[in-house]
């Protein structure tokens, strides 16, 4: 069964860079039906898509935080990671880190999640 | 901001039907397709629907999804007490800045 679980710091002062590494056991990243992506809930709102990434490095960002956003791939490892530069308050949120599906050269569905991790920007 | 629009809350009586509606555009929704996904209180979501009408494995036929031009629907019948939770459609908008998108999401209370 995959399982994906986040890691990474549960504070981060403002303007710092928020990094999260997402670990996948039970498959492999470098899989060609797949995209793996970053989603992040802020407490008591809904979801947002921040991006998502192929494991041969093609990346696709959500464009309102694409100047702020890094993800990358490490295929010896299965595992991908997440940087949010220049954070403030309002990148609090639970960020969740997760399967796409793969159809028409782009991400689809996600099928598998991670648990989650939140992440506090405070000083 | 999410370029799909649900309507905030839903709620029925146990047994009852509830649906729930997801408003895009030609760029998403229109020449897409869609997921829905629950997310019930303190955990991850979870894949409900996709490719418009389709159910994972283990998802029962009390859920229902549809799609006519740039809406989708998710419908629930038989509703239950575990179907208290967060819904939210997605989708690939396929605009110049492509993207995965969510709904705002729609809490459905059971009465």
């Known amino acids: 069964q995959l399982q994906l679980q986040e890691s990474g710091p549960g504070l981060v002062k403002p303007s710092e860079t928020l990094s999260l590494t997402c670990t996948v056991s039970?498959?492999?990243?470098?899989?060609?039906?797949?995209?793996w992506g970053w989603i992040r809930q802020p407490p008591g709102k809904g979801l947002e898509w921040i991006g998502s990434i192929y494991y041969s490095g093609s990346t696709y960002y959500n464009p309102s935080l694409k100047s702020r956003v890094t993800i990358s791939v490490d295929t010896s490892k299965n595992q991908f990671s997440l940087k949010l530069s220049s954070v403030t308050a309002a990148d609090t949120a639970v960020y969740y880190c997760a399967r796409h599906i793969l159809r028409w050269l782009h991400p689809t569905r996600i099928d598998y999640w991670g648990q989650g991790t939140l992440v506090t920007v405070s000083s | 901001q999410s370029v799909l629009t649900q309507p905030p809350s839903v709620s029925a009586a146990p047994g009852q039907k509830v649906t729930i509606s997801c408003s895009g555009s030609?760029?998403?929704?229109?020449?897409?397709?869609v997921s829905w996904y629950q997310q019930l209180p303190g955990t991850a979501p979870k894949l409900l629907i996709y490719?418009?009408?389709k159910r994972p494995s283990g998802i029962p036929d009390r859920f229902s999804g549809s799609k006519s031009g740039t809406s989708a629907t998710l419908g629930i019948t038989g509703l239950q007490t575990g179907d208290e939770a967060d819904y939210y459609c997605?989708?690939?908008?396929?605009?110049?800045?492509?993207?995965?998108?969510f709904g705002t999401g729609t809490k459905v209370t059971v009465l």
């Open positions: 997605g989708t690939w908008d396929s605009s110049l800045s492509a993207c995965y998108v």
């Open positions: 490719e418009n009408n």
């Open positions: 030609s760029s998403n929704i229109g020449n897409n397709y």
């Open positions: 039970g498959g492999s990243i470098s899989s060609s039906s797949y995209y």
